[in-house]
């Protein structure tokens, strides 16, 4: 691509896998990848039985679509509460929350952070490895 033409699209194959103990990330629109871009949004596949900490993006509203699975997600003082495929989720900036995967397949959630950003606080996580392009992820079984 020149310096004149404008990035518009990535796929799965060019972008790098954030890994953690709970599942993977791949991050397809950020203001890393298309300069200016005022948002983030990835694909999380959260693992079966497994989910992230309670935690908050000081900055960022989140809002998060179940592409596939099942779990169950916290927001606030909202309690925790089922999730499933076709469901969205508002995540308002500085609100705890957490999505725990109760199904026997991978979850699969379109996550969008505006004004993006706050996916930087995870790579600071002691789990956090990053792959190259084209390198999956390898999970061991439980025993």
Known sequence: MSESETRVHTTHAQLATEVF?????????????FPGAPLTAGEVIINPGKGHDLHTHPNSDEVLYVVDGEGVQTVGDSGEFPVK???FVFVPRGTVHSTFNTG????RVIAI???GGAE???R?????AR??????PVWERAR
């Not at 599942?23 to 990848?33: D, E, M, P, R, T």
């Not at 026997?104 to 979850?107: A, C, G, N, V």
């Not at 600071?124 to 956090?128: F, Q, R, S, V």
């Open 21 to 33: 103990d709970w599942g993977s990330i791949k991050w397809g629109v950020s203001a890393g990848l």
């Open 131 to 136: 792959l190259a392009p084209g390198v999956p």
């Open 120 to 122: 930087q606080a995870l």
């Open 113 to 115: 952070y505006t004004p």
């Open 104 to 107: 026997w397949r991978q979850l």
């Open 124 to 128: 600071e996580a002691t789990d956090y």
């Open 85 to 87: 495929t076709g469901d």
